[in-house]
């Protein structure tokens, strides 16, 4: 039962464009989401979050907005840059409705930024 | 401020043999948690601290795995009688009071 979905595996995008990046959630009891940027061979690196209660967050190129009602949040990367390319993982938890402390990901999206 | 550390980077092992990896948390962290990631998966949460304390474990934590925090300092994650299927990436994460976790660069662990 995958609670966190983000269905697309790959994304190709030019340098200098924006990357949107999607993903689902089915259970309603997450109330904090956030998304994570893995290179080969090194652990998940945290880029930015978003609780509940808000539709969007912003941190300089990265800005993640979140649609509670449809259960989807997204994050856009703009501009694009070479750098950018790795698998990114949507994550989701619910410590603050009396659910775990812990993460639930999604598969990830691999991100391709083409110079 | 040091990040999470893992120890060792990559094992590989023959099957039936026991296996012990090692996670430093970030120092004022006291949250620590462990999560496996197999190919094309994202990290399933396997364990999680809060201090010494063992709060939480998922199904996926066989009676042949079994962590430790001493300390309330660095973790233990031993595997007992290795099998072909535990072969993945753990990982370890740290947090202080917040939803967002710290991941250290995971230790690959081989089967054969």
């Known amino acids: 039962d995958q609670q966190v979905k983000q269905n697309s595996p790959s994304l190709s995008v030019q340098e200098g464009r924006i990357s949107i990046l999607n993903c689902d959630y089915t259970n309603s009891m997450f109330d904090y989401f956030l998304w994570y940027k893995k290179y080969p061979a090194e652990g998940p690196t945290f880029l930015i979050s978003?609780?509940?209660?808000?539709d969007k967050n912003e941190d300089g190129r990265f800005t993640v907005f979140l649609n509670k009602s449809a259960k989807h949040l997204s994050l856009h990367i703009v501009p694009s840059q070479p750098g950018d390319s790795a698998v990114y993982f949507c994550?989701?938890?619910?410590?603050?409705?009396?659910?775990?402390?812990?993460?639930?990901f999604g598969k990830g999206t691999k991100l391709t930024v083409n110079p | 401020d040091t990040g999470v550390s893992q120890d060792p980077r990559h094992k590989i092992t023959k099957r039936g043999q026991n296996v012990t990896f090692r996670c430093d948390p970030i120092?004022?962290?006291?949250?620590l948690y462990w999560y496996r990631q197999t190919l094309g998966q994202g990290p399933e949460f396997l364990t999680y601290f809060q201090n010494e304390a063992q709060l939480e474990k998922s199904r996926l934590l066989s009676d042949r795995f079994s962590a430790e925090r001493p300390k309330g300092s660095f973790s233990t994650l031993e595997i007992q009688r290795t099998e072909q299927g535990d072969s993945a990436m753990y990982l370890c994460?740290?947090?202080?009071?917040?939803?967002?976790?710290?991941f250290g660069p995971g230790t690959r662990l081989t089967v054969t």
């Open positions: 120092s004022e962290h006291n949250r």
């Open positions: 994460a740290s947090s202080q009071e917040s939803y967002e976790q710290y």
């Open positions: 978003i609780s509940s209660i808000k």
């Open positions: 994550a989701a938890n619910g410590v603050n409705q009396g659910g775990s402390e812990k993460l639930v």
